[in-house]
């Protein structure tokens, strides 16, 4: 499985950004995508993560601001960030996870300032 991410940028606090990442190859494994975020001198945290019945998970620091979804025909899981914060500066990754799949996309740098 290959992940595309894509969707960073520059965005003043307030705004909104949404980042997109798209599964090629033996996708139809993927039981779970989620994303992740590291900053500099932290560790890399999990933001939301979306199981393929819809179930999905957040990171208590994005409730209410983020939205996680999926389109299957697609293969592609979307992050929606509104009301970003100075702190929700980090690289952002992509990930998948499904039966012998534990793929990582490139990360995509979300900056947003204060």
């Known amino acids: 499985v290959q992940l595309q991410a894509s969707g960073g940028g520059l965005v003043q606090a307030g705004g909104s950004l949404r980042l997109s990442c798209a599964a090629s190859?033996?996708?139809?494994?993927?039981?779970?995508m989620g994303w992740y975020r590291q900053a500099p001198g932290n560790q890399r945290e999990l933001v939301a993560r979306i199981i393929s019945g819809g179930s999905t998970d957040y990171a208590d620091s994005v409730k209410d601001r983020f939205t996680i979804s999926r389109d299957n025909r697609k293969n592609t899981v979307y992050l929606q960030m509104d009301t970003l914060k100075p702190e929700d500066t980090a690289v952002y990754y992509c990930?998948?996870?499904?039966?012998?799949?534990?793929?990582w996309g490139k990360g995509t740098q979300v900056t947003v300032s204060s």
């Open positions: 990930n998948a996870v499904g039966r012998f799949i534990n793929a």
């Open positions: 190859g033996s996708s139809s494994s993927i039981n779970v």
